[in-house]
């Protein structure tokens, strides 16, 4: 029962880290229309962002996200003026097509410059205080996963409330809802395209750190992540930032409860079963609107 | 003010306009009638930079609004109620209402701006925050053409505003068209309910499979026997 306790627990702090994953990959699809197959790998970025400024510079590394999420703003933003700018430009089909393969191809050549930057080996952050624990009865909370939860929760908060009242946040949901009619109010959609693949960008960044110094990142964790992140999705369904993150922590749980009941392997299955059960049940997810 | 010269706009192979020319001067109400599929929607998605035309010229003010992108044509004065109202429905009619006042020039007045839009609509204001899903259809359409209001427009163009509206709604609405082009805005009316279009307008066009087929004092159409038994009904074309 203690062990059903902490695993849950372990998979409450994981869910919140998919939840984060989960919310930057949903505010580009909801407003581009686009699937970023590439946002795994810029999680991954963010956690080698993290470990390189710890390791040769020495800087904390819930410190390091004051640096990692203006830094992956940057780059998002570089990734749309050079790359997804112009999938935006064509119509449904060829958009689907041509950001499959552009994404596509962006996850093989980040995952390629990491191998090269940092080897296939496994890297984690491991801080002088890594090792604390947080006891309640039973139960052992480790406190960086338990930071990194609330970190992830705060930075949901934060998207969520610059999306309800700033003037731009605005302009982006305006415009993943119907951009014809944004057009039409003024806003230029193509500002508002270039705000929220950043956006989605730092959130990777930031979720990518946390990733390094709860667990450990390699360049290959980019394809399971932009997976996990699908699935909080789909679950969740578009348009709701904290319901992204309470979808997030169920998975999480989800995962936990499963490798408890059929053995560790089957861990990651609960997730595919979970998204298929979704699509079929409930295609818009928990939170989203259902199709008129 | 507003120069449509020999507008061509197709839609793939299909046809939608075919050398439409039309004007609108300062502080008219223009009327456009026809039936449905007659290209009047592609005309105002022309003029509104959603839809490219193949050939021909839109001046407004002297300037070629096809050489301006989409969002800007909302700074040059010139705002939509496109037809189906298309508000952002998750969001308030406050938030509605604001993002209206998006483009600069309308942003520096939107405090005014909304003031004079609660004035027309009064109902809105009780329900500015409410979610904009679940007003009804005839709220809606206020706040869409509220949200049109707040872009200070010196031309206003409406596609369709009573569609689907309950008719003492479709007066109010009418009305506060009335009020909005006395103040010195001017309006191109796309109206599928003719009697009240032509007793508002100044003057209108008549549009039929993408080409313009009549045109004149919004009182005269009204008299006009083929006018009558197109649009007007069996039973006015003997009146």
Same mark, same amino acid.
């Given at each position: ?19 984060? #994953?989960?919310?930057?990959? @949903? ?10 197959? *590439? ?7 963010? %956690?080698? %962002? #993290? ?24 780059? %998002? ?12 430009? #064509? ?34 952050? @491991? ?20 930071? @990194? ?7 949901? #908060? ?18 993943? &809802?119907?951009?014809? *009619? ?15 693949? *950043? ?18 990142? $390699?360049? @290959? ?18 348009? $709701? ?13 989800? &995962? ?28 818009? %997810? ?7 | ?33 026809? +039936? ?34 989409? !969002? ?12 189906? =109202? ?18 600069? =020039? ?60 309950? +008719? ?13 082009? =006395? ?42 026997? !083929? ?6 009904? +069996? ?5």
């Amino acid at each position: 029962m203690t062990l059903l306790a902490q695993q849950i627990v372990l998979g409450l702090l994981l869910g919140g880290l998919y939840g984060l #994953a989960a919310a930057g990959l @949903s505010l580009v699809f909801g407003v581009l229309k686009v699937l970023n197959v *590439a946002h795994g790998e810029l999680i991954m970025l963010g %956690g080698y %962002g #993290a470990y390189w400024l710890f390791a040769l510079l020495g800087v904390d590394p819930f410190a390091a996200l004051l640096l990692v999420i203006p830094g992956a703003l940057l780059l %998002g933003a570089g990734l749309y003026t050079g790359l997804f700018g112009f999938v935006v430009r #064509a119509h449904e089909e060829t958009r689907i097509k041509n950001s499959l393969l552009v994404g596509f191809g962006l996850a093989l050549a980040l995952h390629a410059l990491a191998v090269r930057l940092w080897t296939a080996d496994d890297r984690s952050i @491991s801080t002088g205080y890594g090792g604390a624990v947080l006891t309640v009865g039973p139960i052992a909370i480790p406190l960086i996963r338990l930071a @990194s939860l609330l970190v992830a929760l705060a930075l949901i #908060a934060g998207l969520h409330l610059l999306l309800a009242r700033w003037r731009w946040g605005k302009a982006i949901r305006a415009t993943a &809802e119907d951009w014809q *009619a944004a057009l039409l109010t003024g806003i230029d959609i193509r500002r508002a395209y270039l705000l929220a693949f *950043a956006l989605g960008t730092a959130l990777a960044g930031a979720a990518g750190t946390l990733v390094s110094v709860g667990y450990s990142i $390699s360049p @290959s964790i980019g394809l399971e992540w932009t997976l996990k992140a699908l699935i909080v999705v789909v679950l969740a369904g578009l348009g $709701s930032m904290l319901g992204t993150f309470v979808a997030g922590l169920f998975v999480g749980v989800a &995962e936990a409860l499963s490798a408890a009941a059929f053995g560790g392997p089957y861990r990651e299955v609960v997730g595919l079963v979970i998204f298929l059960v979704v699509l079929v049940l409930r295609p818009q %997810g928990l939170f989203g609107r259902a199709p008129r | 003010m507003l120069e449509v010269r020999g507008l061509e706009a197709a839609y793939g192979d299909v046809p939608a306009l075919s050398g439409v020319t039309l004007q609108v001067g300062a502080g008219e109400i223009v009327a456009l009638l026809g +039936p449905n599929g007659a290209g009047k929607s592609t005309l105002l998605g022309c003029v509104s930079g959603l839809v490219r035309p193949r050939a021909g010229t839109i001046f407004w003010e002297g300037e070629n609004l096809l050489a301006i992108a989409p !969002h800007l044509i909302v700074e040059r004065g010139l705002a939509v109620v496109p037809e189906g =109202r298309r508000l952002f429905g998750s969001m308030t009619v406050e938030d509605n209402l604001e993002l209206g006042a998006f483009s600069p =020039r309308a942003r520096a007045a939107r405090r005014e701006s909304l003031e004079r839009v609660f004035a027309l609509f009064p109902d809105l204001r009780a329900r500015r925050r409410q979610v904009v899903r679940a007003l009804s259809g005839g709220q809606q359409q206020m706040v869409a053409v509220g949200r049109a209001l707040m872009a200070s427009p010196r031309l206003l163009m409406l596609d369709e505003p009573s569609l689907g509206i309950a +008719p003492q709604l479709v007066r109010a609405i009418l009305d506060a068209l009335v009020e909005i082009n =006395r103040a010195g805005v001017a309006i191109l009316l796309v109206e599928q309910n003719v009697r009240a279009a032509l007793t508002l307008a100044h003057r209108a066009y008549i549009l039929e499979g993408g080409r313009v087929v009549g045109e004149g004092a919004g009182a005269e159409l009204l008299g006009d026997p !083929h006018v009558r038994r197109a649009y007007l009904g +069996p039973l006015a074309a003997g009146r």
